[in-house]
């Protein structure tokens, strides 16, 4: 009989934009279900603090690094770096990402748009590249990547950030052919979620358009959790190439 039980004991999970928002909620979960986390963004410190404060939690082992998850090198020193300290990688969570705001389209700055290119799918790309290489010669894993809804109704402002998370859509499909049957990929799609970023936001204005969502609400870094569990576990086991959204019912 199957184990239908979220357990990650032992397990080794790398996310990235794991210091904060929606990345740190996976990893206290991750960490609480007894798994070792590995923790990447830009700033070490952050993640040093978020690692210290998940163990807290947690009492369990969390590694953090720095990473440019733009920079294709980084990503690949990465790869190689967390593999050898972490004795093989599990699970990749591609989480990762931003959306600067620009005052017209055409007004865009082709630094801009490389930044947001390579942040949100040519990064996912190289590290789900080398690392999904390797898991396939160890056992299989699984890769998850933290798209948008974005990537599915994208609006004028976001041009960049959509294109790229619908890359990444791509690209989840492209890798989950690639490196089946042995380890899954498969994409996170959400909508509205009140992480840091929302406290800048107009709150007025936002409870107003949450009311076309069918929750009614946006969603707490929380609730993005369980999706990314399921897909990074057995329970997935015939899920691959797929995107699930979790977007509270909001309007095309």
């Not at 404060?53 to 790869?79: H, M, N």
């Not at 705001?101 to 630094?111: H, K």
């Not at 052919?177 to 840091?196: K, Q, S």
Request: net charge negative; glycine share 10%; with cysteine.
């Amino acid at each position: 009989m199957s184990d239908w039980a979220f357990d990650f004991t032992d397990r080794k999970v790398v996310i990235t934009g794991g210091s904060r928002g929606l990345g740190f909620e996976m990893a206290c979960a991750f960490s609480t279900l007894g798994a070792h986390v590995a923790i990447a963004s830009r700033k070490l410190e952050a993640c040093q603090d978020a690692a210290e404060r998940i163990t807290a939690q947690t009492g369990g082992k969390v590694s953090p690094y720095a990473l440019q998850v733009a920079d294709w090198d980084q990503c690949t020193e990465f790869a190689e770096t967390v593999w050898e300290e972490l004795g093989g990688v599990d699970v990749l969570v591609n989480n990762a990402g931003s959306s600067p705001l620009y005052d017209s389209i055409s007004g865009i700055s082709e630094a801009l748009y490389d930044k947001v290119i390579g942040l949100n799918l040519k990064g996912p790309f190289r590290l789900s590249a080398l690392l999904g290489e390797k898991m396939t010669g160890n056992g299989g894993g699984a890769i998850v990547n933290i798209s948008s809804i974005a990537s599915l109704h994208p609006k004028p402002n976001v041009v960049p950030y959509a294109a790229a998370k619908a890359g990444l859509n791509a690209t989840t499909m492209a890798l989950a052919h690639a490196y089946g049957p042995d380890v899954r990929v498969n994409t996170v799609v959400p909508g509205t979620f009140l992480t840091d970023v929302s406290k800048h936001w107009d709150q007025e204005a936002f409870q107003e358009r949450a009311q076309e969502f069918a929750a009614k609400r946006g969603g707490q870094p929380e609730e993005i959790v369980g999706a990314v569990l399921y897909l990074s576990s057995s329970m997935a086991s015939y899920t691959t190439g797929a995107m699930l959204t979790v977007d509270g019912g909001a309007p095309n």
